[in-house]
């Protein structure tokens, strides 16, 4: 090869070299630009779902609530599904206390139900989904403390209409969930059993529905599956794209002690997680009740207290094993109200 080829092989590859350096030069230009777009996006799409709650007339109310922060590296929350106020009256049909773990990234989730008899501080013993129409968030706080010796730092009070709301904006096709049975009685639509997907009225219908022999027991699981189907969809490509209009939809509905800031950074540190499952627990465990008929509140679940309190403790400390063992059944024919 001559002189004359090899500044020509030599010019050629100084040629490449500069092309291949002007494009990486471009990488972090595009990198920029994306990462503009979608902030962009989430901003705009979060902002379209408050203006869709505001537009329905959904006030958020400043309530009261005493719980301080433990500075554990851990969120516990109270987490309400409130009825529409009724004659002046608003009871929780959905009473759970989560607790985020940011150090581990676990989400648990125990859920209590609606007839347990407590001793609600200043008041008469009486079912725990009153609580919160007789003293609200505060009061229900206070109930807690006193009977399972857990503080609540915060509070999430969800109204019905938020579920419907957020479910129809992460798919308006609906949640895929596996419907267990037919239902019609005392709900304001008609459920046949099978996989199907379901709407946020439906979806909603479903979860509350208690009119068989399980009761409250069928209605606080099928509230676990609702939860566990809504955050399977979200992780879809469809419902993380449509996941910050949702998050501005429930927003709008939602009244709660926590800023937005520490609502998306728990739900960040969450979405984040490898398996992104979430433990579950229910009051009263196995075992450890029994049914009472009392003159002024009807029948109640009278609870084992040092029982349920101790092993709430270890599934929010990480100590219970096998929290489906302790999960409570329905044996025969359970009181409806």
Known sequence: MNNEDKRVDKTNTTTRKKMKLRKRAYIPLILIILLIIAILYIFLSYQSGLKTAEENGVDHEEMTFNGTDNNDGKKTFLLLGADREEDGVTRTDVIMLGQYDYMKKDLKLASIMRDVYVDIPGYQNYKINSVYSLGGVELLRQTLETNFGVQAEDYIVVDYQAFESVVDAIDDEGIMIDVEKDMSEKITTELFKGEQRLGGEDLLEYARFRQDSEGDFGRVRRQQQVIGAVKDEILTVG??????????TGMGYVNT??????????????????????????????GSYQFVDTYHAGSVIDIDYDWNSEVLHQFLDDELDDPEAHEPEADGEVPQQ
């Open 239 to 248: 419902g993380v794209f449509n996941l910050p209009h949702a998050m501005g």
């Open 257 to 286: 002690s926590m800023s937005e800031a520490e609502l998306y950074r728990m739900a960040g540190s969450f979405l984040v997680r490898g398996d992104k499952d979430i433990d579950s627990l229910t009051l009263p465990v196995e």
